[in-house]
Protein backbone atom coordinates (compact mmCIF):
# COMPACT_ATOMS: atom_id res chain seq x y z
CA UNK A 1 0.00 0.00 0.00
CA UNK A 2 1.69 3.24 -0.76
CA UNK A 3 2.30 5.57 1.65
CA UNK A 4 -0.23 8.44 0.44
CA UNK A 5 -1.90 9.02 -2.77
CA UNK A 6 -1.83 11.00 -5.69
CA UNK A 7 -3.73 14.31 -6.10
CA UNK A 8 -2.00 15.83 -8.80
CA UNK A 9 -4.76 15.44 -11.02
CA UNK A 10 -7.74 16.26 -8.49
CA UNK A 11 -10.16 18.73 -9.30
CA UNK A 12 -9.53 20.04 -5.91
CA UNK A 13 -7.21 22.89 -5.44
CA UNK A 14 -6.68 21.89 -1.57
CA UNK A 15 -5.82 18.70 -2.88
CA UNK A 16 -3.49 19.29 -5.92
CA UNK A 17 -1.60 21.72 -3.26
CA UNK A 18 -1.50 19.18 -1.11
CA UNK A 19 0.27 16.97 -3.23
CA UNK A 20 2.87 19.57 -3.61
CA UNK A 21 2.96 20.83 0.17
CA UNK A 22 1.81 18.15 2.08
CA UNK A 23 5.24 16.22 2.79
CA UNK A 24 7.03 17.88 5.81
CA UNK A 25 10.49 17.56 4.25
CA UNK A 26 9.20 19.81 1.66
CA UNK A 27 8.07 22.39 4.46
CA UNK A 28 11.41 22.02 6.38
CA UNK A 29 13.38 22.70 3.30
CA UNK A 30 11.06 25.73 2.20
CA UNK A 31 11.89 27.20 5.97
CA UNK A 32 15.61 26.53 5.24
CA UNK A 33 15.80 28.02 2.37
CA UNK A 34 13.96 30.81 3.33
CA UNK A 35 16.52 31.16 6.04
CA UNK A 36 19.30 31.93 3.78
CA UNK A 37 20.74 28.18 3.56
CA UNK A 38 21.18 27.27 0.23
CA UNK A 39 23.36 24.99 -0.60
CA UNK A 40 22.59 20.80 -0.38
CA UNK A 41 25.05 20.54 2.97
CA UNK A 42 23.54 23.17 5.00
CA UNK A 43 19.79 21.93 3.76
CA UNK A 44 21.02 18.33 4.94
CA UNK A 45 22.61 19.28 8.13
CA UNK A 46 19.77 21.90 9.08
CA UNK A 47 16.31 19.69 8.50
CA UNK A 48 18.41 16.19 9.26
CA UNK A 49 17.26 15.05 6.01
CA UNK A 50 19.20 11.95 4.91
CA UNK A 51 21.06 12.43 1.82
CA UNK A 52 18.38 10.24 -0.26
CA UNK A 53 15.79 12.05 1.25
CA UNK A 54 17.10 15.65 0.57
CA UNK A 55 18.09 14.54 -3.09
CA UNK A 56 14.73 13.59 -3.65
CA UNK A 57 12.46 16.01 -2.14
CA UNK A 58 14.47 19.29 -3.76
CA UNK A 59 13.92 17.37 -7.02
CA UNK A 60 10.41 16.99 -6.90
CA UNK A 61 10.46 20.34 -5.69
CA UNK A 62 12.31 21.44 -8.64
CA UNK A 63 10.09 19.56 -11.00
CA UNK A 64 6.76 21.20 -8.80
CA UNK A 65 8.72 24.72 -9.64
CA UNK A 66 9.20 25.50 -5.93
CA UNK A 67 13.05 25.98 -5.87
CA UNK A 68 15.39 26.44 -8.72
CA UNK A 69 18.58 24.88 -8.88
CA UNK A 70 21.75 26.89 -9.54
CA UNK A 71 24.96 24.70 -9.67
CA UNK A 72 27.48 27.33 -8.45
CA UNK A 73 25.20 28.73 -5.78
CA UNK A 74 22.85 25.95 -4.54
CA UNK A 75 18.70 26.05 -4.60
CA UNK A 76 16.62 28.92 -3.93
CA UNK A 77 13.23 29.64 -4.15
CA UNK A 78 11.28 30.60 -7.16
CA UNK A 79 7.91 33.16 -7.11
CA UNK A 80 5.90 29.92 -6.91
CA UNK A 81 8.03 28.58 -3.82
CA UNK A 82 7.58 32.30 -2.32
CA UNK A 83 3.53 31.98 -2.50
CA UNK A 84 4.30 29.32 0.18
CA UNK A 85 5.22 32.00 2.92
CA UNK A 86 1.98 32.32 4.68
CA UNK A 87 1.74 28.58 4.89
CA UNK A 88 4.08 28.44 6.79
CA UNK A 89 3.53 31.80 8.88
CA UNK A 90 0.26 29.32 9.53
CA UNK A 91 2.36 26.63 10.83
CA UNK A 92 3.69 28.51 13.32
CA UNK A 93 1.18 30.50 14.13
CA UNK A 94 -0.52 27.34 14.78
CA UNK A 95 2.46 26.23 17.23
CA UNK A 96 1.62 28.40 19.37
CA UNK A 97 -2.02 27.01 20.56
CA UNK A 98 0.09 24.12 21.74
CA UNK A 99 2.81 25.99 23.28
CA UNK A 100 2.85 29.46 23.14
CA UNK A 101 6.19 29.90 25.27
CA UNK A 102 8.38 26.96 23.69
CA UNK A 103 11.96 27.63 23.15
CA UNK A 104 11.50 26.13 19.83
CA UNK A 105 8.99 29.15 18.77
CA UNK A 106 9.14 31.39 15.40
CA UNK A 107 8.67 34.81 15.56
CA UNK A 108 7.13 36.42 12.64
CA UNK A 109 7.24 40.18 11.82
CA UNK A 110 6.96 43.40 9.59
CA UNK A 111 10.17 44.36 8.09
CA UNK A 112 8.90 47.90 7.62
CA UNK A 113 7.41 48.72 10.76
CA UNK A 114 9.08 45.81 12.98
CA UNK A 115 5.38 45.08 14.00
CA UNK A 116 4.91 41.48 15.04
CA UNK A 117 2.95 39.82 12.30
CA UNK A 118 -0.70 39.27 13.62
CA UNK A 119 -1.60 37.88 10.24
CA UNK A 120 0.06 34.91 8.63
CA UNK A 121 0.03 37.04 5.09
CA UNK A 122 -0.35 40.97 6.24
CA UNK A 123 1.18 43.44 8.29
CA UNK A 124 -1.78 45.61 10.06
CA UNK A 125 0.12 48.16 10.79
CA UNK A 126 1.34 49.10 7.47
CA UNK A 127 -1.58 47.46 5.44
CA UNK A 128 1.02 45.77 3.59
CA UNK A 129 1.83 41.89 2.30
CA UNK A 130 3.82 39.88 4.33
CA UNK A 131 6.21 38.69 1.63
CA UNK A 132 9.45 37.46 1.51
CA UNK A 133 10.86 40.83 0.54
CA UNK A 134 9.14 42.44 3.80
CA UNK A 135 9.25 39.57 6.17
CA UNK A 136 11.59 38.90 9.49
CA UNK A 137 11.99 35.83 11.24
CA UNK A 138 13.05 35.31 14.99
CA UNK A 139 14.10 31.37 15.48
CA UNK A 140 14.07 30.99 18.85
CA UNK A 141 16.25 27.69 18.41
CA UNK A 142 18.44 29.59 16.44
CA UNK A 143 18.89 32.46 19.46
CA UNK A 144 15.67 34.63 18.40
CA UNK A 145 17.46 37.25 16.84
CA UNK A 146 15.28 38.63 13.74
CA UNK A 147 16.68 38.11 10.46
CA UNK A 148 15.32 38.93 6.84
CA UNK A 149 14.60 36.39 4.78
CA UNK A 150 16.26 35.05 1.61
CA UNK A 151 13.95 36.04 -0.93
CA UNK A 152 15.59 34.84 -4.66
CA UNK A 153 18.71 33.17 -6.18
CA UNK A 154 21.61 33.12 -3.49
CA UNK A 155 24.65 35.59 -4.38
Do not use: K
Not at 98 to 108: H, K, M, R
Amino acid sequence: MPLRSDWSTATCPIARSADVLADPWVLLILRELFSGRSRFDELRDATGAADSVLSRRLGAMTDAGLVARHADRGYAVTDAGRETLPILHAFARFSRVTDPDGSWGLDVSCDRCGQAAASVDWCTRCDAPLDANSTRWARRSMGGEPFALASGAPA
